[in-house]
């Protein structure tokens, strides 16, 4: 099944009276783009949110509902992340974490789709912390700070990644490294909502989340979410979503996945991005010296020669620097090479835009990066 665009009046009624269950798909659904990657073989694409939250925390809907609504709504991954904090009476109990997770298992397809039980670790300084695939949770009375959060993740066999990035006033001790953690570490959401974090905080002082975050150590790959509050889990248009690359749709393979980093994020439903460097696939690491690209971007018939634009992002000292632009069109493989070498950093990373629009968050002045963006990959690092 495709990405979803917004679902029609009888799949939103089928859902409000409470008969949506996993296994029911009754929205209509994007004319997206084909699942199977034009440049590379041997995996398809898979559409996914991985942060939603019910009446079990801060949200409005029935967690009965959530995982049926976003089946529905054409997603072929889903999380349910409520917050596990210390701070707040909507904090996850036991007994919800057991219920969400009989939920998920109700709901997983193998092979059609997967339903997730992760958790959002929530501090209001620090900031928050999407954690998956662990078999308990924790909050702040265990997990108090960054470093105890990096050990009980590493600890559990999960994996986790930072959330909205910036928006809260410290953001994860200003990413300070920690090196046991930066394997399972595996995500930032570039996307939260309709928002993009490249520049978040920018206006106050603060260096690019994505600028910081890749220079000072980790190796994240980059996520869109919807982060939603309500009962309209996966039909918004506009929100963050993310692409997987798996092998085969089922939670050891989108772990699996996501551990690779062989993601990407976007806001747009039914988008497929691929892209090599040096022939290695996003998340991986090639050569420096000139490293030659190739993007696989369609959307399906709606966005055939829609014009785009690519940014190369590579560090910069508190915004990314951007040495090529390259225009180019929806529906097409584009191939460029960018001369890269260490010294300039060991990252990069590709951001995807509309020219024609402009970013709500802009960062410096005359920025390339001051359009609306469309999808990031996942970085590369250089050797």
């Not at 997987?244 to 993601?263: D, Y």
């Not at 966005?303 to 190369?312: A, F, T």
């Not at 070498?341 to 990069?348: A, E, L, Q, R, S």
Request: proline share 5%; aromatic share 8%; net charge negative.
């Amino acid at each position: 099944m495709l990405a979803a665009a917004p679902g029609t009046a009888e799949a939103r009624r089928t859902l409000t009276a409470g008969t949506a269950t996993a296994g029911t798909a009754t929205a209509d659904t994007a004319a997206g783009a084909a699942r199977q990657s034009a440049i590379t073989q041997g995996t398809t694409l898979v559409h996914a949110d991985l942060h939603n939250h019910t009446l079990m925390s801060d949200g409005d809907g029935d967690p009965a509902l959530a995982f049926g609504s976003m089946r529905a709504a054409g997603l072929d991954v889903a999380a349910i992340t409520d917050h596990t904090t210390l701070f707040a009476i909507e904090g996850l109990s036991g007994r919800e974490w057991d219920r969400v997770g009989a939920l998920a298992d109700a709901a997983d397809d193998p092979g059609t789709y997967t339903a997730i039980r992760g958790f959002e670790w929530s501090h209001p300084l620090l900031g928050h912390v999407n954690v998956w695939f662990t078999p308990g949770f924790t909050d702040l009375g265990g997990s108090s700070g960054m470093s105890r959060l990096y050990s009980w993740i590493t600890a559990s066999g999960g994996i986790a990644g930072f959330n909205h990035p910036g928006r809260e006033l410290v953001r994860f001790d200003d990413f300070r490294f920690n090196a046991a953690a930066r394997d399972p570490m595996v995500s930032m959401e570039i996307f939260n909502r309709g928002d993009d974090y490249l520049f978040d905080g920018w206006g106050n002082g603060q260096s690019s989340p994505l600028n910081r975050c890749l220079n000072a150590g980790w190796r994240t790959g980059l996520t869109g979410v919807s982060d939603e509050h309500g009962t309209d889990w996966g039909f918004p248009e506009g929100k963050g979503r993310t692409g997987i690359w798996v092998t085969e749709n089922t939670r050891a393979q989108v772990q699996a996945a996501m551990r690779s980093r062989c993601f990407f994020a976007t806001r747009v439903s039914g988008l497929r991005l691929d892209a090599t460097a040096n022939g290695v696939r996003m998340g991986g690491t090639t050569t420096a010296g000139d490293v030659r690209f190739r993007v696989d971007l369609d959307r399906g018939p709606e966005w055939v020669g829609k014009p785009l634009r690519i940014q190369v992002l590579r560090p910069g000292s508190r915004a990314p620097s951007v040495p090529l632009v390259v225009d180019t069109e929806a529906g097409r493989v584009a191939e460029f090479t960018v001369p890269s070498t260490v010294d300039d950093g060991p990252w990069v990373v590709l951001r995807v835009s509309d020219p024609t629009q402009a970013n709500a968050s802009p960062g410096p002045a005359g920025h390339p990066c001051n359009d609306w963006g469309v999808a990031y990959t996942s970085p590369w690092w250089l050797t």
